[in-house]
């Protein structure tokens, strides 16, 4: 099997890219490890089918361990021990306006906790053998000095979350260059599904409609509502992330669509797909979700990631927000429109799962439950 041997470990796997990437990488042959932190609540959600599907087949592939990025020793343990080809990096605290009345926890948890993960890899003699993967952000950009942003646009952080990620960022590319770690920034911009947290902007939105459809809710309460963003389909992003460790160097890469679309048009599109009209009589603006410093338009340019990658989104703006209508309809039971599952389907199953060598055929539990 491909990459039988490989083992790989993912800090915030039980969030949505995490539990994507470990679906992607068992797809691949990988052993998955990952770190989820203590809670008195569960917190496994998005991973719970891989845990199920682990304790039924007792196949040794699939295991999670307790940690923080927070705590540094737990962090060099669980790297001595696991010894993994690869570290994806993906836990944060990533909600943006969050993040200014929150700024000193951000900044331990995104800056600090990239530090602690380079430290260990440094500390253990594992420098040539571990490849490390940083979830960097396309708000690095914030105020954006062009128009669409490369690897090469001078960064303009705009909020203690980006002003964090910007630390993470630099951080990787001096241990790149002073200790030899194989370490590599993805500047992913906005990437969504249905497994996104229910607090962002586009899940917010999808998941309203349904409720208003429902009769279970009446408004939906945004803030900026002109902000444009370059929104893509997660899944297909964290297939870069793996490809970025797989290049031959290490390196920087820009990953997103190349379009850019405002808060409006998401509305637009949203609830026309969804047969209900003019957005306008449902939403409402309120001052609390709007960000001391707002970031008026991200948009990629990944001319390096299709050419050096081979890398590049088959599921863009139009297609993403129909996959996200039709999972939050069916979640409550009402008719889906079907566009979406089409999309999923022709597109994407045939990218990442070509032999059917995901968890439960993950794309057939779709009319049940939304395991992806």
């Not at 470990?9 to 990437?21: A, E, F, N, P, V």
């Not at 923080?68 to 021990?81: E, F, G, N, R, Y």
């Not at 993994?84 to 990533?94: M, N, T, V």
């Amino acid at each position: 099997m491909e990459n039988a041997a490989k083992k790989a470990l993912i800090t915030g796997i039980s969030g949505q890219d995490g539990s994507y990437l470990a679906e992607f990488l068992l797809s691949k042959g990988y052993e998955v490890h990952g770190i989820i932190r203590r809670a008195s609540t569960f917190n496994t959600s998005r991973i719970s089918h891989l845990i199920d599907e682990e304790e039924k087949t007792r196949a040794g592939r699939f295991f999670f361990h307790y940690g923080d990025t927070s705590d540094a020793t737990s962090l060099i343990d669980l790297v001595q021990k696991i010894k993994p080809d690869e570290i994806y990096h993906l836990a944060a605290q990533s909600h943006v306006r969050v993040s200014f009345d929150a700024p000193e926890y951000t900044s331990n948890a995104d800056a600090l906790g990239t530090l602690r993960l380079l430290e260990a890899i440094r500390l253990l003699g594992l420098s040539d053998k571990i490849k490390f993967y940083q979830a960097s952000t396309s708000e690095l950009f914030g105020k954006a000095q062009e128009i669409p942003q490369s690897e090469t646009t001078p960064f303009y952080p705009r909020s203690p979350y980006a002003v964090a990620k910007l630390y993470a960022h630099w951080i990787v590319k001096n241990y790149r260059e002073a200790y030899g770690v194989f370490a590599s920034n993805g500047i992913l911009f906005n990437h969504e599904s249905y497994r996104r947290g229910e607090t962002f902007v586009t899940k917010k939105i999808t998941r309203a409609i349904a409720r208003i459809k429902a009769g279970l809710d009446k408004k939906i309460y945004l803030g900026n509502l002109d902000a444009q963003r370059d929104w893509g389909f997660a899944p297909e992003y964290v297939e870069s992330m793996w490809k970025i460790l797989q290049h031959e160097r290490p390196d920087d890469f820009v990953i997103a669509t190349g379009e850019s679309h405002s808060i409006k048009d998401f509305l637009e599109e949203a609830f026309q797909y969804a047969g209900m009209g003019d957005w306008s009589q449902y939403v409402e603006v309120a001052d609390r979700y709007f960000r001391p410093t707002e970031v008026d338009i991200l948009q990629g340019n990944i001319a390096k990631a299709k050419e050096k990658l081979g890398w590049e989104p088959k599921i863009k703006f139009r297609e993403l927000v129909r996959i996200m209508i039709d999972s939050d309809f069916r979640n409550l039971g009402l008719e889906a429109p079907g566009e979406g599952d089409a999309f999923i389907k022709e597109l994407w199953l045939e990218i990442f799962w070509k032999r059917g060598a995901c968890p439960r055929r993950i794309y057939f539990c779709l009319p049940r439950r939304n395991w992806i």
